[in-house]
């Protein structure tokens, strides 16, 4: 597509369950970013793709969070047992190639809400 | 390690006002520096980037940033801003495999 597509929009759901956040980045980026965005806390990094592979996830805060990645393409971010600090705004973002010298491209975001 | 500082939370500036919006990072190294904006409820655009070369970058929307490696700012600039300029700034700096935000600044624009 025209840009980085992320479903829902927006999410609301209860403490304890489990929600997917998707992420379909710009068509043959090979890089794949998602961010975090909590109010009064700006942008926090949480795990970076290159192709399917992760070489970094330093920045998932919990063993509650997973993201994977399929045909280089699409993403998804997965929290378990969602708590209500959970709740911000899920970025993602791609890239032609890995970040140094390429700027990223982010999508609209799911603004995730714990009840 | 790097991080960036934008010292101001929110500014108010009238519209047709000149804007000069403050960033300043931490690197080691020569930075790749970007200027993104955010309208509510929407993802990030980017406004313009430095990579090496010019210290004077031009962006979209009449946007312009100066990289001063003596200062370690890249403040972004406009001479006159528009109504709909109104929105969040975030400067940021390149890491190793992510980009290190600053925590933003909310522009409002006043008629």
């Known amino acids: 597509g025209a840009g980085v597509s992320q479903s829902p929009s927006n999410k609301v759901t209860e403490k304890g369950k489990d929600v997917e956040l998707r992420c379909d980045p710009i068509s043959g980026h090979t890089a794949l970013y998602w961010y975090r965005q909590s109010l009064g806390q700006g942008l926090e990094f949480l795990i970076y793709?290159?192709?399917?592979?992760?070489?970094?996830k330093s920045g998932l805060p919990s063993d509650r969070f997973s993201a994977e990645r399929t045909g280089g393409s699409v993403s998804t971010l997965t929290i378990q047992r969602t708590q209500q600090e959970d709740s911000a705004v899920y970025l993602c973002?791609?890239?032609?190639?890995?970040?140094?010298?390429?700027?990223?491209?982010f999508g609209d975001g799911t603004r995730l809400s714990i009840l | 390690a790097q991080s960036v500082t934008q010292p101001d939370i929110h500014i108010t500036v009238s519209e047709g006002a000149s804007l000069e919006l403050r960033c300043n990072y931490s690197y080691g190294a020569t930075p790749y520096l970007f200027w993104y904006v955010q309208s509510p409820g929407q993802g990030l655009q980017l406004l313009l980037k430095y990579f090496s070369g010019d210290t004077l970058v031009q962006g979209i929307k009449g946007f312009e940033a100066e990289f001063k490696r003596s200062q370690s700012s890249f403040n972004l600039r406009k001479p006159s801003v528009h109504w709909s300029d109104a929105a969040e700034y975030f400067c940021?700096?390149?890491?190793?495999?992510?980009?290190?935000f600053g925590t933003g600044t909310r522009l409002t624009v006043i008629p």
């Open positions: 940021a700096v390149v890491g190793a495999n992510n980009l290190f």
């Open positions: 793709f290159q192709g399917n592979s992760a070489p970094d």
């Open positions: 973002a791609s890239s032609l190639h890995r970040v140094n010298n390429q700027p990223q491209h």
